[in-house]
């Protein structure tokens, strides 16, 4: 038996999860670093997810590898929609401000 670094209750060494406050006992197992957990934190903080991706253990190596990816692709992707919107708007501005047509 040992105990839960968090309320110092006692729990077994089998056990994933402290049956008192519910604390992961295996750090980089717990729900965030499933595949579900890393799809929501993607969508969410974007390619800062990546230590998450790399530090879970639930989640194998190629695994690892394809998210790095996506991810990578969908960063640059944002990033290039975001410098079209903004020359978008600067045509436009340019052509409020300066009347032509």
Not at 58 to 80: E, G, N, R
Not at 85 to 96: E, H, R, S, W
Request: net charge neutral; glycine share 8%; aromatic share 12%.
């Amino acid at each position: 038996m040992t105990e839960c670094p968090r309320c110092h209750c006692p729990v077994d060494e089998t056990d994933n999860f402290c049956r008192a406050c519910g604390r992961s006992l295996r750090p980089g197992t717990g729900f965030v670093f499933s595949h579900t957990g890393i799809i929501l934190l993607a969508l969410v903080l974007g390619p800062f997810v990546l230590p998450v991706v790399w530090t879970s253990k639930l989640i194998s190596t190629p695994a690892k590898w394809i998210y790095t990816l996506l991810l990578a692709l969908f960063s640059i992707y944002l990033v290039h929609a975001f410098y079209q919107a903004y020359l978008l708007v600067q045509d436009a501005a340019q052509l409020m401000l300066g009347g032509g047509f």
